[in-house]
C-alpha cells in the first residue's frame, strides 16, 4: 500500500543507516581489501558482512522470514540486540540530515527509535548536536521488547500523543519496517544503509527512498 501523506502526525526514525551513516565507511574499508578477481560485486559482499558484524539481527530477520520461523527470530533477535557490546566509535551523519531534520522540526514531533543502548545512541545526537529536534528518545533498553517488536513505535506514539497509524518509522532494514508496520504505523525504507530494495519491499514498506532527507519533498 503507498505510502499517505495526509495520515502522517509523527515521525519516528532509526539511527544507524538511515541517520548515521558510520556503517558505509567500514563497508567501503572492507570493500577495498576484497579481490576484484574473487568477487564481481565487491562493495555488495563488504555491505553484507559488515551488517552481519553491525546489525546481525536485519540478516537474521530476513533468514527466518524465509524459513517462516520469523515470530522465533524476533525474540533472539531482541535477546541479541540487548546483551551484545556496543561500540564506543565515532559516527559520520548522512549527508543532508541536519538540515531535513531542521525543515521537519516543529511541523512534526519527532521520535528516535533505535536498538543501540542509551549511551550510543546519546552519544550519536550529541557529536551533531541533533537531539534538540527529537521530542522523545527511545534506546534499545527503554521499552520491555526491542525492534523488530512494536514496543518502542508504540512507546515513541504514547510519549507523542499521537496514534500509531498516524505515525510513520524510517528506516534502513527489515528490522524497522517490521517494528513499524506491527505497530500500526505506516513505513518508509531508506537506501543509504544495510537495506536492499527487494528486501524492504517485501516486508511491505509503504514508501521507498534513496535516502533518508528525500522524506522531506515526499511531506511538502
Known sequence: MPLDPMRIKALCFDVDGTLSDTDDLYARRVSRLLPRFL???????ARRFVMWIESPGNAL??????????????????????????????????????????????????AVVSSRDERGTKGFLEQFDLAKYFD?????????????YPD??????????????????IGDTTV????????????????CGFGEEAELRKMGTD???????????VLN
Open 152 to 169: 518502542p513505535v508504540l512507546f515513541a506514539a504514547r510519549r507523542m500523543n499521537v496514534p500509531p497509524d498516524n505515525c510513520v518509522m
Open 136 to 148: 522523545v528518545i527511545v534506546t534499545g533498553l527503554t521499552v520491555e521488547h526491542t525492534k523488530p
Open 207 to 217: 514508501l521507498i527512498l534513496k535516502t533518508t532527507p528525500h522524506l522531506t519533498e
Open 61 to 110: 530477520l530476513s533468514l527466518a522470514d524465509a524459513l517462516g520461523v520469523d515470530d522465533k527470530m524476533a525474540a533472539i533477535i531482541d535477546w541479541m540486540y540487548r546483551h551484545r557490546r556496543q561500540s564506543s566509535r565515532r559516527f559520520l551523519l548522512v549527508p543532508g540530515v541536519d538540515g531535513m531534520l531542521r525543515q521537519l522540526h516543529g511541523r512534526y514531533p519527532m
Open 39 to 45: 568477487f564481481r560485486d565487491p562493495d555488495r559482499i
Open 176 to 191: 524497522d519496517i517490521r517494528a513499524g508496520r506491527t505497530a500500526g504505523a505506516q513505513t518508509v525504507g531508506v537506501l
